[in-house]
T-cell receptor, first 115, second 113 residues
Framework: AQKITQTQPGMFVQEKEAVTLDCTYD???????LFWYKQPSSGEMIFLIY??????QNATEGRYSLNFQKARKSANLVISASQLGDSAMYFC????????????FGTGTRLLVSP | DGGITQSPKYLFRKEGQNVTLSCEQN?????MYWYRQDPGQGLRLIYY???????QKGDIAEGYSVSREKKESFPLTVTSAQKNPTAFYLC????????????FGEGSWLTVV
């Protein structure tokens, strides 16, 4: 069975600083994808970044990068130059890339960016 | 603009009543999903559909039912058999079995009164 673990219930960061949100995963399947989603207080889930298990390089999307360490089964999200609008819940998720795309989610990390 | 539309945003239900949450997408996606989110928790899969007229149970399907008569639509009915239905419900879709991005609607808040 697949499992996602996010051990940080809450994180604080000052505006313009970088922050790392931790995510570890567990699966015996060699082919999988890892996702990060942002959920503001409005509730919608906003896709941030994706990393495939066979991707050689770490994924980057603007201020977001995914620190993928396959041997450690970790997929940490790095947000550079934090902004006040980054305050939200962040979820790490995993899916198998064989068969249908069932996403398994972690419990999330609440990020608060202070001025 | 393409996207997923969920309605209503907020819904109150009396105990013993069935309610239906709407989910419509214009992304031409094959697969659609319903997730439930409880406070402080991640999302759990209720039902999913890979193609029209076909759907499968997810991890917490008891007390819920779905239909997929059209590619664009995947309504979720919360029945009176669901013992604790108060939650946030999210609909999602993806562009087929190998799509690497799952898009979500804005969600529906259901409260039992």
């Amino acid at each position: 069975a697949q499992k996602i673990t996010q051990t940080q219930p809450g994180m604080f960061v000052q505006e313009k600083e970088a922050v790392t949100l931790d995510c570890t995963y567990d699966t015996s399947d060699p082919s999988y994808g890892l996702f990060w989603y942002k959920q503001p207080s409005s509730g919608e889930m906003i896709f941030l970044i994706y990393q495939g298990s066979y991707d050689q390089q770490n994924a980057t999307e603007g201020r977001y990068s995914l620190n993928f360490q396959k041997a450690r089964k970790s997929a940490n999200l790095v947000i550079s130059a934090s902004q006040l609008g980054d305050s939200a819940m962040y979820f790490c998720a995993m899916s198998l890339t064989t068969g249908f795309q069932k996403l398994v989610f972690g419990t999330g990390t609440r990020l608060l960016v202070s001025p | 603009d393409g996207g997923i539309t969920q309605s209503p945003k907020y819904l109150f239900r009396k105990e013993g009543q069935n309610v239906t949450l709407s989910c419509e997408q214009n992304l031409n996606h094959d697969a659609m999903y319903w997730y439930r989110q409880d406070p402080g928790q991640g999302l759990r899969l209720i039902y999913y559909s890979q193609i029209v007229n076909d759907f499968q149970k997810g991890d917490i399907a008891e007390g819920y039912s779905v239909s997929r008569e059209k590619k664009e639509s995947f309504p979720l009915t919360v029945t009176s058999a669901q013992k604790n239905p108060t939650a946030f419900y999210l609909c999602a879709s993806t562009g087929g079995l190998t799509g690497n991005t799952i898009y979500f609607g804005e969600g529906s808040w259901l409260t039992v009164v």
